[in-house]
């Protein structure tokens, strides 16, 4: 069992403790846990925080697609429950969403944009929605990168496409950055309730099989290691996604010179 991360009294936050089971927990003011994205190890951690943390304790989880209100429900105190979604990597990106559930008492939210005042983040107020704003966004994003793929570019195309629009991440490479294990469990998640119309790429799917979860494993849309810590382009990607498209019966056409940068948006 891992011992929580706490941090000393700062004005009105007693303790920060992200950790694994609760130990020690009855003087935290916040308690964040950051567990794996399965909503029943979800509600089992908020079990027992809820017997261990005294009275008030504001109890965050860092889901980033979860429904709050079922994990909420866990507790005999509800109202002190919230969403705090830090954005990948968490030391750099300064976004932070707070989720806040119809039945979340007032002080539980005042406290949560407190404490992403004091760790210096941009701290913005979000509903309880499949992906809340940041990913909601996202979604779209990716969908869009990935029908560029399906007409003929390859993600390594798309990615230098993008940076010339002036985005610091790329949607390839923060897939490889977030974890491809992370967009995998939310495909099956919603594999039931999808629209028939929607274009899902299977080729992610396989690199979860190979046990390809991005940076993590040194091996994702892009490898990694000494040589080239920031990614390199994978020619067995490539193959993966010439593979299902030719299964789909779909001849790529080659993207003109100069116009790699063009934007293919969803048709749906």
Request: proline share 7%; charged share 20%; hydrophobic share 40%.
């Amino acid at each position: 069992m891992t011992a929580p991360v706490t941090y000393s009294r700062d004005g009105d936050i007693t303790a920060i403790c992200i950790d694994n089971p609760p130990v020690n927990a009855m003087g935290a003011d916040v308690r964040a846990a950051l567990v794996s994205a399965f909503m029943d190890i979800k509600r089992e951690v908020f079990r027992v925080l809820d017997q261990h943390c005294k009275r008030g304790t504001v109890l965050a989880t860092n889901t980033s697609y979860l429904d709050i209100p079922q994990i909420e429900a866990a507790t005999s105190h509800p109202a002190d429950v919230l969403g705090l979604h830090f954005f990948s990597p968490a030391h750099v990106m300064r976004l932070l969403e707070i989720v806040v559930p119809d039945g979340t008492a007032p002080d539980a939210v005042a406290t949560g944009f407190a404490l992403g005042n004091k760790l210096r983040k941009v701290s913005v107020r979000a509903g309880v929605c499949d992906g809340f704003i940041g990913n909601r966004i996202l979604q779209v994003y990716r969908a869009a990168a990935d029908h560029m793929v399906l007409a003929g570019a390859s993600p390594y195309q798309v990615d230098q496409a993008v940076t010339g629009f002036g985005f610091p991440m790329l949607p390839y490479a923060v897939q490889d950055l977030a974890g491809l294990d992370i967009g995998y469990m939310t495909r099956q998640r919603k594999a039931t309730a999808r629209d028939p119309r929607e274009f899902v790429p299977r080729w992610g799917d396989v690199m979860h099989e190979r046990g390809w979860y991005g940076r993590k494993t040194q091996r994702g849309y892009y490898g990694y290691g000494p040589d080239h810590p920031r990614g390199a382009p994978s020619a067995e990607v490539e193959a993966i996604i010439a593979a299902e498209l030719a299964e789909r019966g779909v001849t790529p056409a080659a993207l003109p010179t100069g116009r790699s940068s063009r934007v293919i948006w969803p048709p749906w």
